[in-house]
């Protein structure tokens, strides 16, 4: 069973986010709670954890814009 990894609502107004970069490799072990990604907001750089551990699967490329809720990575 995979863990989907969405990008999250950061603020009211918010409907995209640039994900700056990934803290893991694709194909390395993670653990909850675990820094996962970087999401760059207008004036902050915010870090996400892992919702839960597991093998990561990068599916979104860093550096681009992306809506909220889109899928970029998953836990398998």
Request: hydrophobic share 45%; proline share 7%.
């Amino acid at each position: 069973m995979s863990i989907e990894v969405r990008l999250p609502p950061v603020g009211f107004s918010t409907r995209k986010v640039m994900l700056a970069e990934f803290l893991v490799a694709d194909g390395a072990t993670v653990e909850k709670g675990q820094p996962l990604y970087m999401l760059e907001l207008d004036k902050t750089v915010q870090e996400m954890e892992a919702p839960a551990a597991g093998t990561l699967r990068i599916l979104a490329k860093p550096g681009k814009v992306y809506e909220v809720g889109t899928l970029i990575c998953e836990i398998v």
